[in-house]
């Protein structure tokens, strides 16, 4: 199918418009029930804050895809909104009452069945069980990326921003509606809900709003296609997308095992933002040079996208070979809080 630009700029502008009405209700919702982040030495906030704010950014895209449900493939707009709203109740229910790493996960897993059984899955191998086995690597390595990325005002919702603003771009030339719709919602309702969100923050998304941006992200990446190039070379294009959050989830696993604790039970100051303000950045400017880091991985993948073989993997070698020493770099002047 087409794009047409009008409607995806009415499909933004819905999803916007939403997210801005519906997150001020929200947030009395949140407070009504007593859902509500309390402050601790862990976190950078130092009064209560309500939760539940990713309820309105799910609400801005799955309405909006709804009123133009006549534009897709039924079966896969019910596969990716079922999946999504599993992963939305899983971080619901960990905002009220805390969750197990463990059930989260499960939770993740059954949405990618879903997933799967309609027929979006990463299309790399020959054997459907590896796909489907790196499908849930995927969905469940960004949706939990997305929620480590989930500690500073106005991060996770306005990274997502840009990686869907990019995946837009890519989806319009290349011809994919439904990729093209879900970004520009997706983009919309995080822009919408920034408007509370950011410094002064009124509203947290909490793992209702990150888990499900982390899976709509990963769906994004895995239904992107680039007919006029190589899957040897595409499938590295939303990893690209996505470096931000990728990278930081890197670093976490990386410092807390040097540390020698569990890097996902173990809450702590030791994420990228938290390095850029331990080198002397306000909390504002530490997001701020996030989304410019965001902003440069996206031009990035849209090079990739145009590259050939040799091209492409002489780009991702010298990726690696950034992130490495960012890594490093990081570890060695960027000093962290760790956790008590």
Not at 176 to 199: D, E, K, P, Y
Not at 302 to 319: F, G, P, R
């Amino acid at each position: 199918m087409s794009v047409s630009l009008a409607q995806i700029f009415l499909i933004f502008l819905s999803a916007l418009t939403m997210s801005i009405v519906s997150t001020p209700l929200v947030r009395r919702l949140a407070i009504a029930v007593g859902i509500i982040d309390q402050p601790n030495a862990r976190k950078v906030h130092t009064n209560p804050v309500p939760l539940l704010g990713g309820l309105a950014i799910y609400g801005g895209v799955v309405v909006t895809l709804l009123i133009w449900d006549d534009q897709f493939i039924l079966r896969e707009l019910a596969a990716i909104l079922g999946g999504a709203t599993i992963v939305v109740v899983c971080g619901m229910l960990d905002d009220k009452w805390g969750l197990s790493a463990s059930l989260k996960l499960l939770g993740q897993i059954i949405a990618c069945f879903v997933l799967i059984y309609a027929g979006i899955q990463v299309q790399l191998f020959a054997s459907p069980w590896l796909n489907a086995l790196i499908t849930i690597a995927w969905v469940a390595g960004i949706s939990n990326a997305i929620n480590f990325l989930d500690n500073m005002d106005g991060l996770s919702a306005g990274l997502t921003a840009v990686a869907s603003a990019f995946f837009l771009q890519l989806a319009v030339l290349n011809g994919q509606f439904l990729v093209a719709a879900l970004s520009a919602a997706t983009m919309g309702a995080c822009i919408g809900f920034l408007r509370h969100n950011f410094v002064p923050t009124k509203i947290f998304m909490g793992d209702t709003g990150s888990l499900f941006l982390g899976f709509i992200l990963a769906v994004l990446g895995i239904k992107l296609r680039f007919p006029s190039n190589s899957i040897i070379v595409t499938w590295m294009i939303p990893i690209v997308v996505l470096g931000v959050p990728i990278f930081d989830t890197s670093m976490v696993i990386v410092a807390r095992l040097r540390r020698r604790v569990n890097p996902f039970n173990t809450p702590g100051k030791d994420h990228i933002s938290h390095r850029f303000v331990a080198l002397g950045s306000s909390r504002r400017e530490a997001v701020l040079i996030c989304y410019m880091l965001g902003v440069g991985c996206g031009i990035t993948a849209t090079m990739l996208s145009k590259a050939d073989v040799q091209e492409a993997y002489a780009l991702a070698a010298l990726l690696i070979g950034i992130a490495a020493v960012g890594i490093w770099l990081f570890e060695r002047y960027a000093r962290y809080n760790p956790p008590k």
